[in-house]
């Protein structure tokens, strides 16, 4: 079965840093991986996913993910943080079962940005 | 694009008593999902309809917890009775493709949010 860890629970960096949260999967098989993040009181946004086309993986609002299967990792990055970044972050994997898949995520991050 | 719509937002009720969440997916979307957040984790998927089949149920509490999807549109999601363990906040998600592809991206909707006393 497939598997995600992100390890920590919460992430506090100054407006202007770099944002880097981590994510290593485990799976028996090639896996396809997800951010998503999701603001108060609101459903889970897609930021981007590895469908494995290009192992680093650009998506909205400035973040980029990079695959390593050597490392079984799908850390997420920005450059530089904004205060609109507060919110939470989850990591997810999703695999085929037979003729059906499933998204297995993780426990979630929480960004904090500080002014 | 209309987004998936979710009501009610929030409610409260004691334990024991039953409770109905609805769900109305992306116009043309073939899959839905249910799925459930309970404080300080992440979703976990309850079940899985693709148009007005199920695909998943697995992990759907079937002594307490149901759920239909008619005309392969709307769906609601039925406890009953609640327990305190329910309180979380019940997601509702929709893809695209009418075939389950480990790529699809789902969208979700706000979420309802249970307390359960």
């Known amino acids: 079965a497939q598997s995600v860890t992100q390890l920590g629970s919460h992430v506090s960096v100054s407006e202007g840093a770099l944002v880097l949260l981590r994510c290593n999967y485990s799976?028996?098989?090639?896996?396809?991986l997800f951010w998503y993040v999701q603001y108060p009181n609101q459903g889970l946004q897609l930021l981007l996913k590895?469908?494995?086309?290009?192992?680093l993986v650009k998506g909205i609002n400035g973040f980029e993910a990079e695959f390593k299967k050597s490392e079984t990792s799908f850390h997420l990055t920005k450059p530089s943080a904004h205060m609109s970044d507060a919110a939470e972050y989850f990591c997810a994997v999703s695999v085929p079962t037979g003729a059906n898949s499933k998204l297995t995520f993780g426990k979630g991050i929480t960004l904090s940005v500080r002014p | 694009e209309a987004g998936v719509a979710q009501s009610p937002r929030y409610k409260i009720i004691e334990k024991r008593q039953s409770v109905a969440f609805w769900c109305n997916p992306i116009s043309g979307h073939a899959t839905l999902y249910w799925y459930q957040q309970i404080l300080g984790q992440g979703p976990k998927l309850l079940i899985q309809f693709q148009n007005n089949g199920v695909v998943d149920d697995s992990q759907l509490p079937k002594d307490r917890f149901s759920a239909e999807r008619l005309k392969g549109v709307d769906s609601t999601l039925k406890i009953q009775p609640a327990k305190l363990e329910d309180s979380a906040v019940y997601l509702c998600?929709?893809?695209?493709?009418?075939?389950?592809?480990?790529?699809?991206?789902?969208?979700f909707g706000p979420g309802t949010r249970l307390t359960v006393l």
């Open positions: 590895y469908t494995s086309a290009a192992t």
């Open positions: 799976s028996s098989v090639p896996p396809y």
């Open positions: 998600a929709s893809s695209y493709r009418p075939g389950t592809s480990p790529t699809d991206t789902q969208y």
